[in-house]
Nanobody, 125 residues
Framework: QVQLVESGGRLVQAGESLTLSCVAS????????MGWFRQAPGKERAFVASITRSGGRNDGADYVKGRLTISRDNARNTVYLYMNILKPKDTAVYYC??????????????????WGQGTQVTVSS
């Protein structure tokens, strides 16, 4: 059974940077597409970024391009989300997700089979 554990979320000030990590266990990590989503209070879960199995290609939501970067280390079974120039509207619970069913980056939550518990990021103004 695949398990995902996110970490790195905390309270930061606007303009700061932060890196989230997600460690996977229980499955062939390098065979799975990975993604990051976020959910703000009262809002639906939203796509942030996704990365292919090898890490050779990734995709990000338009509203974060240029500020958030997804990467992975298959030797460590870990996917990262680097967030730069954080804004109060980036405040949300950030989730990583995993799917074995595709090759390219995926944007829809229903395309993912496994989810972590989330890590809270709060950006103060």
């Amino acid at each position: 059974q695949v398990q995902l554990v996110e970490s790195g979320g905390r309270l930061v000030q606007a303009g700061e940077s932060l890196t989230l990590s997600c460690v996977a266990s229980g499955g062939p990590f390098s065979d799975h597409v990975m993604g990051w989503f976020r959910q703000a209070p009262g809002k639906e879960r939203a796509f942030v970024a996704s990365i292919t199995r090898s890490g050779g290609r990734n995709d990000g939501a338009d509203y974060v391009k240029g500020r958030l970067t997804i990467s992975r280390d298959n030797a460590r079974n870990t996917v990262y989300l680097y967030m730069n120039i954080l804004k109060p509207k980036d405040t949300a619970v950030y989730y990583c997700a995993e799917t074995p069913d595709y090759y390219g980056p995926r944007k829809r939550p229903e395309e993912y089979n496994y989810w972590g518990q989330g890590t809270q990021v709060t950006v103060s103004s």
